[in-house]
């Protein structure tokens, strides 16, 4: 019953993220591809790359290894957009973000799960990636529900804007119930590896948001563009990392990284939110 609730309430979820999309937020950043461009390199490249140097020289399990690269491949979560909102950071420069690296994922998470489970669980003979139940799978739950939910903002934007609220509570809901099963599921496996676990994520979650903060800083992205770019690369669509280790490559073990991260990473956010609201000149 919950293999089969978890993946329905992560379609919910991407769907919700197509109704809050709306083609002038496209047009907004068009105008302002620079930032964008950033954007897109901190969550396909630098994230990733991040996620390596934590699992390669943490001492993690290569089961819990792997799972971290699960989460650092996910593309941004769906409250992205509402922090950077409240850090006073661009929000269509956000939302665009998180579309875009959603609709990517169906290409750019099979790629660095691959390329992660090849290095760190070659030597496990029997071990084998379903590169494409994966990529079918991911876009069946992910881009077709965005992409159905951005139709619908498109052809029925009155009725839309106004069940928005109810929907938006109720894919905070199913997030935090998915999160919750997933960490009570694995309770004993997050109790055994959380002493190494939990300092990988705090550290992932440091080198996230430093490190897109650079980036940002090194390419001159005005203020409010480089809050939406922290913002987009520290929160990751944990709800995601958890189906894909569950459904698709049967593990339910590795999705302990994206359940940890989840718990962490509001906090992390939380705490930026509050730092750019004292900083910012009014």
Not at 227 to 256: D, F, H, R, Y
């Amino acid at each position: 019953m919950v293999q089969t609730l978890l993946p329905l309430a992560l379609a919910f979820i991407m769907f919700y993220l197509g109704l809050t999309l709306v083609v002038g937020d496209f047009r907004k950043v068009a105008e302002r591809p620079k930032a964008l461009l950033v954007g897109l390199v901190g969550q396909v490249l630098l994230v990733p790359l991040a996620g390596f140097a934590v699992a390669n020289w943490s001492g993690l399990s290569p089961m819990m290894a792997v799972g971290l690269m699960v989460l650092a491949a996910c593309p941004s979560g769906v409250s992205s957009g509402l922090l950077t909102h409240l850090a006073r950071g661009d929000t269509a420069l956000a939302i665009s973000l998180t579309a875009v690296t959603s609709l990517a994922a169906v290409l750019t998470l099979p790629l660095v799960v691959g390329v992660s489970f090849q290095f760190f669980m070659a030597s496990q003979l029997g071990v084998q990636l379903p590169v494409v139940a994966m990529v079918k799978g991911i876009f069946i739950l992910t881009t077709f529900p965005v992409l159905v939910g951005m139709v619908l903002r498109w052809r029925l934007a009155s009725h839309v804007m106004r069940a928005e609220p109810i929907v938006g509570k109720i894919t905070t809901t199913l997030f935090v119930l998915i999160v919750l099963n997933t960490f009570w599921d694995q309770r004993q496996v997050l109790q055994d590896n959380l002493s190494l676990l939990g300092p990988a994520v705090l550290v992932l979650n440091l080198f996230i948001l430093g490190g897109a903060y650079l980036l940002s800083q090194v390419t001159r992205l005005n203020r409010r563009d480089r809050i939406a770019v922290v913002t987009e690369c520290g929160l990751k669509n944990s709800a995601l990392g958890i189906v894909v280790c569950l459904q698709w490559l049967q593990q339910p073990a590795m999705s302990a990284p994206s359940v940890v991260y989840a718990l962490s990473m509001n906090a992390f956010a939380l705490t930026f939110v509050v730092l750019m609201r004292k900083t910012t000149k009014l």
